[in-house]
């Protein structure tokens, strides 16, 4: 039986908007959008305010309170802060930290999830239940700083490194993504005479970037953020970090202290009477460190997106 085609009047095609929305679901996204608008605001403002305020020039802050932009953009207050004598050295400690401490962690951790992805690896479920066990049943915040003292950590560099070098949670997470690994690969290379260690390191450690990267950047977050570790096992000047200073800062007089240390060696500058006028305030000193301290890996963080992405889909998903 032929069929006829109405070439006069084809058939609608369907599209987006031929499909009706009801008032309902229209009402439901307008004020979906209007509440996560209104979050954005109340999370961002924050940083937008200590900018401000930092930019802003002090006596003018001082004067009167401000809300949405500077009235008088000013670099004295990172100047000032700049010349802090001990901002440099605190600087140099966290960035060494930022480097040294993820490295050791994250290759001790995919180490041990390489190990435990091997099914033929003796006692493995009881190497499991032993690592398992610390996550539930964690020492006390004393019971730790006594092990660290009887490590000798106190005071050291290392306190900032070896404590937290391995985390059971992230070593999960890289032994699922090698377990989405083919197997063939191994028994291909095993085959061809390759030993744990080539495979480790020639097969395994290539297609495991994406999960690597990820985990390192977050170990780099969480190490430029860290203020216990300084606040609990350090007291020498020359092992503080950038975060025990801002806490030093906001916790007490250190802001006038870096006021009076700066306008010490500015009265010595006959030129720059005109900018001894306007002295900084312990609040724009305060809001200068914490963009200093905190802005940095709030800018390079959405660079590295992608990598989080990917590689905590890549270890969380088992095919």
């Keep these: 039986m032929d069929i006829e085609i109405n070439r006069a009047n084809p058939a609608p095609k369907l599209s987006g908007a031929a499909i009706r929305r009801s008032k309902g679901e229209r009402i439901f996204d307008a004020l979906n959008i209007v509440g996560m608008l209104v979050l954005g605001i109340v999370m961002l403002y924050p ?11 002090p006596t003018d802050t001082a004067a009167s309170p401000l809300w949405l932009f500077p009235r ?8 000032t802060v700049l010349q802090y004598p001990g ?25 041990a999830a390489y190990a435990l992805s091997n099914r033929h690896l003796p006692w493995r479920r009881f190497i499991v239940f032993f690592l ?4 539930f049943i964690g020492g006390s915040m004393v019971s730790t700083y006594i092990v660290i003292a009887r490590l000798k ?16 949670f992230i070593s999960v997470v890289m032994r699922a993504s090698l377990d989405n690994l083919p197997a063939e690969l191994q028994e291909s290379a095993m085959l061809d005479g390759a030993s744990y260690y080539r495979i480790f390191f020639q097969i395994m450690l290539p297609l495991s970037k994406s999960v690597l990267a990820a985990f390192f950047f977050f170990a780099v977050v969480s190490n430029w953020l860290d203020l216990n570790s300084s606040l609990f096992y350090i007291t020498k000047k020359n092992l503080y970090t950038l975060q025990y200073i801002m806490h030093l800062v906001l916790k007490s007089n250190e802001a006038a202290n870096i006021i009076d240390h700066n306008s010490m060696s500015m009265d010595r500058l006959v030129e720059d009477m005109e900018r001894m006028r306007e002295k900084p305030t312990p609040l724009s000193v305060r809001m200068a460190i914490t963009a200093l301290v905190t802005f940095p890996i709030l800018f390079i963080y959405p660079f590295f997106q992608h990598y989080f992405v990917k590689g905590m889909l890549t270890g969380a998903v088992k095919a």
């Design 47 to 57: 940083f937008y305010y200590v900018l401000i305020i930092a930019f802003n020039s």
């Design 72 to 79: 008088q953009l000013t670099l004295l207050n990172f100047e």
């Design 87 to 111: 901002l440099a050295r605190a600087f140099l400690v966290t960035a060494l930290r930022c480097l040294v401490a993820p490295f050791y962690s994250v290759s001790v951790c995919f180490m």
């Design 132 to 135: 398992l066990l610390p996550t």
């Design 153 to 168: 950590l106190i005071n050291t560099f290392w306190v900032f490194v070896l404590p937290g070098a391995f985390a059971y």
